[in-house]
């Protein structure tokens, strides 16, 4: 069973950080990319970060430039979002998902999970 489960999400205040996993398992994770995306109630979802598990090229949306670090840890299937500096623009709730290659475009990924829910408060 192909499976993305996130976690580490919650309520920080601006400026703080919070730190998403995303595990993943059901599915060669080195044949595929993983990215983070995240939507905020009533808007579009939004790519948010993205690397590859076999070449470790990593994407990031401008607006995460420079706050937020994505990587991987091949041996536990599982990729990270390290999220810095954050602000309540950045409240949403964010998923990961899986395709073979990093894209921004939601209808391109194969798998996604649940969800976790980020809250920013100011």
């Known amino acids: 069973e192909v499976q993305l489960v996130e976690s580490g999400g919650g309520l920080v205040q601006a400026g703080g950080s919070l730190r998403l996993s995303c595990a993943a398992s059901?599915?060669?994770?080195?044949?595929?990319?993983i990215g983070w995306f995240r939507q905020a109630p009533g808007k579009e979802r939004e790519g948010v970060s993205c690397i590859s598990s076999s070449d470790g090229s990593t994407y990031y949306a401008d607006s995460v430039k420079g706050r937020f670090t994505i990587s991987s840890d091949n041996a536990k299937n599982t990729v990270y979002l390290q999220m810095n500096s954050l602000t309540p623009e950045d409240t949403a709730v964010y998923y990961c998902?899986?395709?073979?290659?990093?894209?921004?475009?939601?209808?391109?990924?194969?798998?996604w999970g649940q969800g976790t829910q980020v809250t920013v408060s100011s």
């Open positions: 998902a899986a395709q073979p290659f990093c894209s921004w475009y939601v209808a391109e990924y194969d798998y």
């Open positions: 059901g599915f060669t994770f080195d044949d595929y990319a």
